[in-house]
């Protein structure tokens, strides 16, 4: 990164985060840090899919499918095809272009290489200029345990459609995880001037990142602003099952219940406008605005109140955490 100015940090996993980290991107560029959710990875068809990741590098490249927000654009599916014909698992879709980038990842780790310097070659490829991080080199795999048994997280999310009743969530592998040196550099820059948590799914996309040993500390002891963005508006989820899981796990779905999951750890959330009043009951200090991300002004719009948020004094955030004067 180009010293001299100031670099931030984001916390990113699924769509949200992804269109979050896209308008983070166009005002920061190389000064941006993105560490992805890894919990959602899994092995299929013998090959290591990370898509979290991968939509990350996707968006910020431009090369998302703008329809799902997931996937290539202009993509053609002949191997998923092929497979369905020949009778093979098909219900994790596997588009032809997106094929390339599982199978380069699969021979690289295959050769010993870390995923983060995988990931890093990737970003080089689609012509990314923000750093991209996995945020372990280990296997994380996020287990949903539902009234339908022990479901791995994409059998949970893809395959069976957010359907079951989820009734608690583990993280398996988190204790052999570390904080790799790229991602403690990045939290303990001096020019560090906020970190930022995406409107991602709480439980699905930030906690199996807060779950790596070593991780929350090293947000605590970075001394910058950390803001996050909620993910619930009007008491919902934008897109994908937050606010149902919410409710399974005994929670409102609601703003409150996203200050009281990041209590420790955030200064100041950011509200959208729908729930202003709600904005001003929190026992924390909030921020209102537009947090819908529609078009890519949208997402520079909220990037850029990401940012002025953090520059605000901490008195205007949280009162029990000390961060250092920007």
Avoid at 121 to 129: E, I
Wanted: hydrophobic fraction near 40%; aromatic fraction near 6%; proline fraction near 6%.
């Amino acid at each position: 990164m180009s010293g001299g100015e100031a670099t931030y940090v984001a916390l990113s996993g699924g769509i949200g985060g992804a269109k979050l980290s896209l308008g983070l991107s166009h005002l920061l560029g190389n000064r941006l840090t993105i560490i992805a959710n890894t919990g959602d990875d899994f092995e299929h068809l013998g090959l290591t899919v990370s898509p979290d990741v991968d939509t990350t590098l996707y968006t910020l490249a431009g090369l998302v499918n703008p329809e799902t927000g997931w996937g290539r654009r202009e993509e053609t599916w002949n191997f998923m095809q092929s497979m369905a014909a020949l009778g093979g698992p098909s219900w994790f879709n596997l588009g032809d272009k997106d094929l390339a980038t599982h199978v380069e990842r699969t021979r690289r780790l295959r050769s010993g290489e870390r995923l983060t310097a995988i990931t890093a070659h990737l970003a080089r490829a689609f012509g990314v200029s923000a750093r991209v991080l996995p945020m372990a080199d280990e296997p994380v795999r996020t287990i949903v345990e539902s009234d339908a048994g022990t479901l791995a997280f994409q059998e949970y999310f893809v395959r069976d459609r957010c359907q079951p009743v989820v009734r608690r969530i583990r993280y398996d592998g988190a204790d052999n995880a570390r904080v790799t040196p790229e991602i403690a550099e990045a939290l303990s820059r001096p020019d560090l001037a906020g970190i930022v948590v995406c409107p991602s799914n709480p439980w699905f996309s930030v906690d199996p990142i807060l779950a790596v040993p070593g991780m929350r500390d090293a947000l605590r002891a970075s001394g910058a602003p950390i803001i996050a963005v909620t993910p619930i508006v009007g008491g919902r989820a934008l897109k994908g099952p937050t606010a149902k899981i919410m409710s399974e796990l005994g929670f409102s779905p609601g703003v409150r219940t996203i200050v009281e999951h990041y209590a420790g750890i955030i200064d100041g959330l950011i509200v959208d406008s729908a729930d202003a009043t709600v904005a001003g009951t929190l026992p924390l200090a909030a921020m209102t605005t537009n947090t819908v991300m529609h078009t890519l002004a949208d997402k520079i719009d909220l990037a850029e109140a990401c940012l002025g948020y953090c520059t605000r004094p901490a008195s205007h955030r949280h009162p029990k955490r000390q961060t250092r004067a920007i």
